[in-house]
């Protein structure tokens, strides 16, 4: 179905100062460790402003890692509501073909609201230690770890958590995630290209790999401002957004981050608690910022490992810039704010020398590695017509990828890249390879004079595999 456009407004008319969010491109972009991909920023249920960083687009799905939690708990809620699923119930009653083999009495105590708040009783992620007890089956390898704690009682960020939710879930309705959310969600949301990693086949890992354009992030956002109601029809229980986004479990002292972080505030049913408003969030920057005090939903796709300075930029510069009231004669800051979103880019490689190299080579891992996983095992540079391209080899597989020099080359087949770079020196080879429905950048420097090369991510992927993973999966 094609989408319904969201309601569009400018930022003074909903009483936005667009030099906040002027501001806030600044700080993001004079980030040296924050390299943003999208912004989208709703008040008082209008769209007052949207960009992407060229070659990022607003129509391509992007990989939202842990943000899919939050599509995962919308999910669940619909199940408790269709009665096919019981918060309340424990979770080994959904796995009775594991009854025999489960016999810690934790394990056995665990209840679906204890995997929904991540509260599994676990101190630690149990994910590694899940997959090397049952591959096949993670559910099975996660009740087979006896909890630390009576379940609960305290927080773990536990992947296998999320995805025995998602699991049961699945299980109950027959359907993938995807498949259930279609015609419950995405839908009546006007939510289009939606796609899940999945692990074994059929079933969608719940806590990770959905991909999904910027504006489904800010359409679900949205729905749970909204107290679960779409354009007049209520897609979601009242009384589910209101258990979700409160604090079931304590988090502070149990995450990495410092003491006031975002990450220490207390977590609900897949979504995060904030120092304002909740959220879901996803691995290296990709946000769900809902903040009810100012009726607004703020949406970010990003590759950083700097997320606390990401958020630090939302609550420093937009949030000051939501006024009470719509603001008059602001034209000409509206006017050039859109100016400014209309021409986002990320800055290409400068490449423009004439290499000593005339004809093609084949380099290889400096050192006889390659520190980028998955292992590049050579690049080939060859020229043709007068034109660069560049060739990623790993084992058998083979991308082939054009070098334009200082701007980007966007690709779709076989896989969507943006390739940017050429010669920065006589001898030097320098290449930034965007994963377009990733948040990940590999960047290769060649030396045809030593015949090797390096590599290595700006963010690394979390989901094992070659090149030809990094994107959506589609049949």
Same mark, same amino acid.
């Given at each position: ?230 354009? +007049?029809? @209520? #897609?979601? !229980? ?5 258990? /979700?986004?409160? %604090?079931?479990? $304590? ?108 004809? +093609?080579? @084949? #380099?290889? !891992? ?5 520190? /980028?996983?998955? %292992?590049?095992? $050579? ?97």
């Amino acid at each position: 179905m094609s989408a319904r456009p969201l309601p569009v407004s400018t930022p003074a008319e909903q009483g936005v100062d667009a030099h906040g969010i002027q501001a806030f491109v600044d700080a993001v972009e004079a980030a040296p460790e924050i390299e943003p991909h999208s912004l989208m920023i709703l008040r008082h249920g209008r769209l007052v402003a949207s960009g992407w960083w060229a070659p990022y687009t607003a129509d391509r799905p992007h990989l939202l890692y842990s943000l899919s939690k939050s599509f995962t708990s919308t999910a669940a809620g619909l199940a408790v509501a269709e009665g096919l699923v019981d918060l309340d119930a424990p979770v080994i009653s959904y796995f009775p073909e594991f009854e025999a083999e489960i016999t810690d009495p934790r394990s056995r105590a665990m209840l679906v609201r204890h995997v929904a708040s991540m509260a599994s009783g676990h101190l630690d992620e149990t994910w590694t230690e899940a997959l090397a007890l049952d591959r096949a089956e993670p559910v099975r390898g996660f009740l087979l770890i006896p909890p630390d704690r009576d379940p609960g009682t305290v927080f773990a960020y536990n992947q296998p958590a999320t995805y025995t939710l998602a699991a049961i879930v699945q299980r109950q309705s027959g359907q993938s995630l995807t498949e259930y959310l279609r015609p419950r969600l995405l839908d009546p949301l006007g939510i289009g290209e939606a796609a899940w990693v999945q692990h074994p086949r059929g079933r969608d890992m719940g806590f990770t790999g959905l991909h999904a354009a910027t504006d489904a992030v800010a359409r679900l956002g949205l729905l749970y401002l909204q107290d679960g109601v779409w354009e +007049g029809r @209520r #897609l979601l !229980p009242s009384s589910w957004v209101a258990e /979700a986004t409160r %604090t079931h479990i $304590a988090t502070a002292g149990r995450t990495p981050e410092g003491a006031g972080s975002d990450w220490q505030q207390g977590y609900g049913f897949q979504f995060w608690m904030a120092r304002h408003g909740y959220r879901g969030d996803g691995a290296y920057g990709q946000f769900c910022v809902v903040l009810p005090e100012h009726d607004a939903v703020i949406a970010t796709t990003a590759a950083t490992e700097r997320m606390q300075q990401l958020l630090d930029a939302v609550w420093n510069h937009l949030l000051p810039a939501f006024g009470p009231a719509p603001l008059t004669d602001r034209d000409d800051e509206d006017k050039a704010l859109q100016h400014r979103l209309d021409r986002l880019a990320l800055p290409p490689v400068t490449a423009d020398r004439e290499p000593a190299l005339r004809s +093609g080579i @084949r #380099l290889t !891992p400096e050192g006889g590695h390659c520190p /980028a996983q998955p %292992t590049l095992t $050579a690049v080939e540079v060859t020229r043709e017509d007068g034109t660069w391209r560049l060739t990623l080899v790993e084992g058998d597989d083979r991308l082939v990828l054009p070098l334009p020099g200082s701007t980007w080359a966007v690709e779709e087949d076989p896989l969507p890249t943006a390739t940017s770079g050429g010669w920065t020196t006589q001898d030097t080879l320098s290449a930034d390879v965007l994963f377009l429905e990733t948040p990940h950048r590999l960047t290769i420097t060649g030396t045809p004079a030593t015949g090797t090369f390096t590599a290595h991510w700006h963010t690394t992927p979390l989901h094992a595999g070659p090149l030809s993973r990094q994107r959506a999966p589609r049949a």
